[in-house]
């Protein structure tokens, strides 16, 4: 059973910046693929952006291109999700997720493991 927690969430002004961190713990962290999901109150949750087993694959959502930013690090086992630009719709509990998969994916059915989220706020 992988747990996942996830940490580096808080208030933040428009344009700023935060980086989450997500310890994982019980599983072989290297074999499984990673993504960052997002929960905004009164909207669906949608993925943010997904990697491979490796690491060498991604796939971003359309509004996360170019200003955010995901890593693992295995040795650690630990995801990150660096986010830029920040803009208030941005403002969500951020959830950090893992599946057995092969491929990078937005998809919310690989995902067999999820921690409790970090939330984050955009406001001025």
């Known amino acids: 059973q992988v747990q996942l927690v996830e940490s580096g969430g808080g208030l933040v002004q428009p344009g700023g910046s935060l980086r989450l961190s997500c310890a994982a713990s019980?599983?072989?962290?290297?074999?499984?693929?990673m993504g960052w999901f997002r929960h905004a109150p009164g909207k669906e949750r949608e993925a943010v952006v997904g990697?491979?087993?490796?690491?060498?694959?991604?796939a971003y959502a359309e509004f996360a291109k170019g200003r955010f930013i995901i890593s693992r690090d295995d040795l650690k086992n630990m995801l990150y999700l660096q986010m830029n630009s920040l803009t208030p719709q941005a403002t969500a509990v951020y959830s950090c997720?893992?599946?057995?998969?092969?491929?990078?994916?937005?998809?919310?059915?690989?995902?067999?493991?999820w921690g409790p989220g970090t939330q984050v706020t955009v406001s001025s």
């Open positions: 019980g599983g072989t962290f290297s074999s499984l693929i």
């Open positions: 990697m491979n087993r490796s690491g060498g694959s991604t």
């Open positions: 997720e893992a599946g057995t998969g092969q491929l990078a994916s937005l998809r919310t059915a690989l995902y067999d493991y």
